[in-house]
């Protein structure tokens, strides 16, 4: 009994299944990878000067973190102001307009690619309406584009800045601006030197979350880009998809994944200190500029008076202006919830057209599409594979990542830290490196084409969100309850499943919930490591969308879709009936 009880009390014992899978499946796979675009053993740079020596390619990255960029920068302009609309919300408004961002972020990618396929084609919705209305003779190139792949790219992006920006957002004091402008600061002056500063952590977290994955995306530019729009993760897939040069491949991948590396690395630390630093230097270097500041310090002391006199009255204009600022807020954020669920409502209306082609709004209503979709084993059989898959992902992710968060909560905050950000890799960087270093990882066990590969490949992401969801329920965990318990001669292991697991179980099954929708929509890794053996039903989605437009598509989004609202429903019960029982609870030890 004594060597099971060291083995659960040992914090590192537990995390070890979670770290295996990873290192197996990814880690050393990665490793593997440098080493074959360095030549080795003969380690020598001759795959990096053939990419380098190339000006297709060179073009190709710096189109690539062009593409990147410019969708980081309009997700930052549209979402910081959204993000603080949200934050300074009612809490019940505010938790509503959180939900309707998380759910464009729950559903597919896929799917919400093929919305902007059903609105800017040629047959799409914004080129008939205009036709309809007489207003063009023939479509707009609307598709096949760089406006297309912005438009797409944001929209899948927009929730992961605004998510970030709210959470640090919600927790900024707003009496320290209130502060600001007693004192006679203006409201722009406030926002600028209180509320801004202390909302970049989020800011940053929010930047280099969007500007890294946008570095990976290879299914929307795919579906909406032209050939002057390719990134460099589609050259990747298509060097994978055509021919198996190892180094070619390898040096691709490795710089698309130093790039996102030294990105994070750069930007993910604390800037202040760099900050200062600089401003320091430039004083000693300029000395002009102290002094222009010293002289502009003594004119705004001469202008105090005239100031103060006129404080009142600027303080009241303002007021008088929150009507109209609270109106603009409004349709800022009508706008912004607009674009990020108008794509797939219109994909759910049309889904139900009884026309030979999809149109909106339909002519007349009709099942036939999901009768289409269920009467084709091509389909119902590859969602069904999607499921088997997408439970075993879940099971396995949820028992290896809660063991995880647990054993991650009683270490040193420096350990968990590192083996934290190990283990959030494969959700963190580049997906289209995570697929490369997989189909390498699953080569070596020859478990490409096989549904336990596919099951590995999409655990390691899995086992990312229930990490993160679990940790998040153990914050608020009171350890003195396991003491107690263990006071009472229960086994670490009995104390851990009467009073831990209980209490930590939302979390667990939200985990659960969010490894089964990341299983199931996948198709990047899906399609390096199917080895065209498996199909599942996204990748069913993505052939037929590449190749034929089948109505039977919209179906299969719209299911995509609404899945994530059964699960929004299902947790929302589920916390419901926690909290309910938490009260009867306490009103019984009252009595």
Same mark, same amino acid.
């Given at each position: 009994?004594?060597?099971?009880?060291?083995?659960?009390?040992a914090?590192?014992?537990?995390?070890?299944? $979670?770290? $295996?899978?990873?290192?197996?499946?990814?880690g050393i796979?990665?490793? *593997?990878?440098?080493?074959q675009?360095?030549?080795a053993?003969?380690?020598?740079l001759?795959?990096?000067?053939?990419?380098?020596?190339?000006?297709?390619n060179?073009?190709?990255l710096?189109?690539?973190l062009?593409? %990147?960029?410019?969708?980081?920068?309009?997700?930052?302009?549209?979402?910081?102001?959204?993000? /603080?609309?949200?934050?300074?919300?009612?809490?019940r408004v505010?938790?509503?307009?959180?939900?309707?961002?998380?759910?464009?972020?729950?559903?597919?990618?896929?799917?919400?690619?093929?919305?902007?396929?059903?609105?800017?084609?040629?047959?799409?919705?914004?080129?008939?309406?205009?036709?309809?209305?007489?207003?063009?003779?023939?479509?707009?190139?609307?598709?096949?584009?760089?406006?297309?792949?912005?438009?797409?790219? @944001?929209?899948?992006?927009?929730?992961?800045?605004?998510?970030?920006?709210?959470?640090?957002?919600?927790?900024?004091?707003?009496?320290? @601006?209130?502060?600001?402008?007693?004192?006679?600061?203006?409201?722009?002056?406030a926002?600028?030197?209180?509320?801004?500063?202390?909302?970049l952590?989020?800011?940053?977290?929010?930047?280099?979350?969007?500007?890294?994955?946008?570095?990976?995306?290879?299914?929307?530019?795919?579906?909406?880009?032209?050939?002057?729009?390719?990134?460099? %993760?589609?050259?990747?897939?298509? *060097?994978?998809a055509?021919?198996f040069?190892?180094?070619?491949?390898?040096?691709?991948?490795?710089?698309?994944?130093?790039?996102?590396?030294?990105?994070l690395?750069?930007?993910?630390?604390?800037p202040?200190?760099a900050?200062?630093?600089?401003?320091?230097?430039?004083?000693?270097?300029?000395? *002009?500029?102290?002094?222009?500041?010293?002289?502009?310090?003594?004119?705004?002391e001469?202008?105090?008076?005239?100031r103060?006199?006129?404080?009142?009255?600027?303080?009241?204009?303002?007021?008088?202006?929150?009507?109209?600022?609270?109106?603009?807020?409004?349709v800022?954020?009508?706008?912004?919830?607009? /674009?990020?669920?108008?794509?797939?409502?219109? @994909?759910i209306?049309?889904?139900?057209?009884?026309?030979?082609?999809?149109?909106f709004?339909?002519?007349?209503l009709?099942?036939?599409? /999901?009768?289409?979709?269920?009467?084709?084993?091509?389909?119902?059989?590859?969602?069904?594979?999607?499921?088997?898959?997408?439970?075993?992902?879940?099971?396995? $992710?949820? @028992?290896?990542?809660?063991?995880?968060?647990?054993?991650?909560?009683?270490?040193?905050?420096?350990?968990?830290?590192?083996?934290?950000?190990?283990?959030?890799?494969?959700?963190?960087?580049?997906?289209?490196?995570?697929?490369?270093?997989?189909?390498f990882?699953?080569?070596?066990?020859?478990?490409?084409g096989?549904?336990?590969?596919?099951?590995? $490949?999409?655990?390691?992401?899995?086992?990312?969100?229930?990490?993160?969801?679990?940790?998040?329920?153990?914050?608020?965990?009171?350890?003195?309850?396991?003491?107690?318990?263990k006071?009472?001669?229960?086994?670490?292991?009995?104390?851990?499943?009467?009073?831990?697991?209980?209490?930590?179980?939302?979390?667990?099954?939200?985990?659960?919930l969010?490894?089964?929708?990341?299983?199931?929509?996948?198709?990047?890794i899906?399609?390096?490591?199917?080895?065209f053996?498996?199909?599942?039903?996204?990748?069913?989605?993505?052939?037929?969308?590449?190749?034929?437009?089948?109505?039977?598509?919209?179906?299969?989004?719209?299911?995509?879709?609404?899945?994530?609202?059964?699960?929004?429903?299902?947790?929302?019960?589920?916390?419901?009936?926690?909290?309910?029982?938490? *009260?009867?609870?306490?009103?019984?030890?009252?009595?």
């Amino acid at each position: 009994m004594h060597p099971l009880q060291r083995t659960v009390r040992a914090p590192f014992t537990i995390v070890i299944p $979670a770290v $295996a899978i990873l290192l197996i499946v990814f880690g050393i796979p990665t490793i *593997q990878l440098f080493l074959q675009s360095v030549n080795a053993p003969d380690f020598n740079l001759q795959n990096y000067y053939a990419f380098l020596g190339k000006y297709s390619n060179i073009r190709l990255l710096l189109q690539t973190l062009e593409i %990147s960029a410019v969708a980081t920068i309009i997700c930052l302009l549209i979402g910081y102001p959204t993000a /603080y609309l949200i934050s300074t919300a009612s809490k019940r408004v505010r938790v509503t307009l959180i939900v309707l961002v998380v759910l464009p972020y729950l559903t597919s990618d896929l799917a919400r690619t093929y919305s902007w396929v059903v609105i800017l084609g040629d047959a799409g919705l914004i080129n008939s309406a205009l036709m309809d209305l007489g207003l063009i003779s023939s479509p707009l190139p609307l598709i096949y584009n760089r406006m297309a792949v912005y438009l797409g790219m @944001v929209h899948i992006m927009m929730p992961m800045m605004i998510m970030p920006l709210v959470s640090v957002m919600v927790s900024i004091n707003t009496s320290l @601006v209130a502060a600001a402008k007693s004192m006679g600061a203006r409201p722009s002056t406030a926002f600028w030197r209180v509320y801004f500063p202390l909302s970049l952590p989020g800011l940053r977290s929010g930047t280099l979350l969007v500007f890294v994955i946008c570095l990976g995306f290879y299914i929307t530019p795919a579906a909406l880009g032209g050939l002057g729009d390719v990134m460099l %993760s589609t050259y990747i897939a298509s *060097q994978v998809a055509t021919g198996f040069e190892l180094g070619s491949i390898s040096t691709s991948s490795f710089i698309l994944l130093v790039v996102a590396l030294v990105v994070l690395a750069t930007f993910g630390l604390n800037p202040s200190g760099a900050q200062d630093a600089a401003a320091k230097l430039k004083n000693r270097r300029f000395g *002009q500029v102290a002094l222009l500041r010293a002289v502009k310090n003594y004119i705004n002391e001469m202008a105090v008076s005239s100031r103060a006199k006129h404080w009142s009255i600027r303080l009241y204009r303002a007021q008088s202006n929150g009507r109209w600022s609270r109106i603009a807020g409004s349709v800022v954020l009508s706008l912004v919830i607009f /674009y990020l669920l108008f794509p797939e409502i219109v @994909v759910i209306v049309m889904s139900f057209s009884d026309g030979a082609t999809l149109k909106f709004p339909p002519p007349g209503l009709s099942l036939q599409w /999901y009768r289409s979709f269920f009467g084709d084993s091509a389909w119902y059989g590859a969602a069904l594979t999607s499921i088997q898959i997408a439970l075993a992902v879940s099971v396995l $992710a949820s @028992v290896v990542g809660t063991l995880a968060a647990f054993g991650l909560n009683r270490v040193a905050p420096d350990v968990c830290s590192v083996i934290t950000m190990a283990i959030l890799s494969p959700i963190t960087i580049p997906v289209i490196v995570v697929g490369v270093a997989t189909y390498f990882g699953l080569a070596k066990l020859n478990l490409i084409g096989t549904e336990t590969g596919i099951i590995l $490949a999409h655990t390691i992401g899995a086992i990312s969100y229930v990490v993160v969801i679990v940790s998040a329920t153990l914050v608020n965990f009171d350890k003195r309850l396991v003491q107690a318990a263990k006071s009472m001669k229960a086994t670490p292991f009995k104390a851990f499943v009467r009073v831990t697991l209980p209490l930590i179980r939302p979390g667990i099954i939200g985990g659960a919930l969010f490894a089964f929708i990341h299983s199931f929509g996948e198709v990047v890794i899906t399609s390096f490591v199917s080895g065209f053996a498996v199909r599942t039903l996204p990748l069913k989605m993505w052939e037929n969308i590449r190749n034929e437009i089948d109505p039977t598509v919209a179906a299969v989004a719209s299911l995509l879709t609404l899945l994530p609202i059964l699960w929004m429903i299902a947790l929302y019960i589920m916390w419901w009936r926690t909290g309910a029982r938490t *009260q009867f609870a306490a009103v019984e030890q009252g009595a």
